[in-house]
């Protein structure tokens, strides 16, 4: 049985989108970068996430006369969430509360990504927590659609 839970993990991470890399979703924006933000930011309040923290990485670069296109990070989570996918694998924790980055890239582009849930399966060998990976899979992918799409 474990062996086809890993195998058609495998299978799952062969045939993610072109858009997924080395655990990463990457979703396009329409907005520019502190729209996205604000959006994103916005829509996890609204839907019962907690913020923790917003970094400006941009700004933190100023500080110290060095320049970064427009890079923020959001910390969030909810424990109704994420304690369900620690029970299912503890070292789980390490990358709980989830987090979204919002950043430019040379061709002025804004993009917002994000861990791949499935990433998260592979990496802390989690079994048997299909729905709980399913729903945090969907919850992050609506959150990233209602922050970028226009």
Sequence with gaps: MRQILYTLTALILLTLPSNADNGLINVKSSHDSKTTTDRLENTLKQKGMTVFVRIDHAAGAQKVDQKLRPTELIVFGNPK????LMQCRQT????????????????????LSYNDPNYLVERHGITGCAEVVKKVEKALSNFAKAATMP
Excluded at 81 to 84: C, L
Excluded at 92 to 111: C, F, N, R
């Design 81 to 84: 969430v994420g304690t369900p």
């Design 92 to 111: 789980t924790a390490i990358d709980l509360p989830q987090k979204a980055l919002i950043w430019e890239d040379q061709e002025g582009t804004v993009w």
